[in-house]
Antibody, heavy 118, light 112 residues
C-alpha cells in the first residue's frame, strides 16, 4: 500500500524549533522528488519546500527560506523538515507529498499539525 | 509569484446537476517544454487533498469520469458532469510551471 506517514508535530513557542518526519512505503522513494505543503487552519494550501532524489537540489518558498531545511534519508525511506525560528504564522497542518513532476503532487500524507503559540 | 484566481469561491449544487469551477493564472502556464503544469485537487472535509487532474486534462486513476479538466494558457476549468454527495469538499487548482508552485484560494462545493 502506498503511504506517507508524518510525525513530529506539536505545540512550540515562537522562536522555537521542531523537526518533522515522513515515512514512505509502497513507493520507490529513492527516485522520487518529495515535498512539504502546509495548510493553516481554515485556509488554503501553500507550498513549503521540495527536494530532489539525491539531495543535490532543494527549493524553498520565500517565507521559510533560511529558517526551514528539507532533507531525506533514502536508506530509511524518510523525508524530514527541520523548522527553526518558528513564527505564529507557521501554524499549520504540514503534509508530506510526492512530487512526480512540476509540483503535480500525486501522493499526500495525512498531515501533522504544528502550532506555534506562547 | 503566479497568482491563481478561482471562481466561484462557493458553489451550491443540486445533486445530479453539473458544476463548473474556473481557474485563471496571472501568467501563461505553458512551460518551455511545451507542457502546461496545471493540476486540480479535491479536499473532502477532514481529509488530505487528493489529485484529480494533472497537466490540465489528464484524469488520475480511480477518479470518476464525471470529472474533467480543460483550458489553456491562463484560463482553466474543472467540470463535474453530475454532482454526487461524495463530491462535497474544497477544490483547488495549482500551477507548477513557475517557481514557487501556487494554489488557487479553493472553491467550496456543497449540496443545496
Amino acid at each position: 500500500e502506498v503511504q506517507l506517514v508524518e510525525s513530529g508535530g506539536g505545540l512550540v513557542q515562537p522562536g522555537g524549533s521542531l523537526r518533522l518526519s515522513c515515512a514512505a512505503s509502497g513507493i520507490t522513494f529513492s527516485t522520487s522528488w518529495m515535498a512539504w505543503v502546509r495548510q493553516a487552519p481554515g485556509k488554503g494550501l501553500e507550498w513549503v519546500a521540495n527536494i530532489n532524489p539525491d539531495e543535490t537540489t532543494e527549493y524553498y518558498v520565500d517565507s521559510v527560506k533560511g529558517r526551514f531545511t528539507i532533507s531525506r534519508d533514502n536508506a530509511k525511506n524518510s523525508l524530514f523538515l527541520q523548522m527553526s525560528s518558528l513564527r505564529v504564522e507557521d501554524t499549520a497542518m504540514y503534509y508530506c507529498a510526492r512530487d512526480p513532476e512540476y509540483a503535480a503532487i500525486d501522493i499526500w500524507g495525512q498531515g501533522t499539525m504544528v502550532t506555534v503559540s506562547s | 509569484d503566479v497568482v491563481m484566481t478561482q471562481s466561484p469561491l462557493s458553489l451550491p449544487v443540486t445533486l445530479g446537476q453539473p458544476a463548473s469551477i474556473s481557474c485563471r493564472s496571472s501568467q501563461s502556464l505553458v512551460n518551455s517544454d511545451g507542457n502546461t503544469y496545471l493540476s486540480w485537487f479535491q479536499q473532502r472535509p477532514g481529509q488530505s487533498p487528493r489529485r484529480l487532474i494533472y497537466r490540465v486534462s489528464n484524469r488520475d486513476s480511480g477518479v470518476p469520469d464525471r470529472f474533467s479538466g480543460s483550458g489553456s494558457g491562463t484560463d482553466f476549468t474543472l467540470k463535474i458532469s453530475r454532482v454526487e454527495a461524495e463530491d462535497v469538499g474544497v477544490y483547488y487548482c495549482m500551477q507548477g510551471t513557475h517557481w514557487p508552485p501556487t494554489f488557487g484560494q479553493g472553491t467550496k462545493v456543497e449540496i443545496k
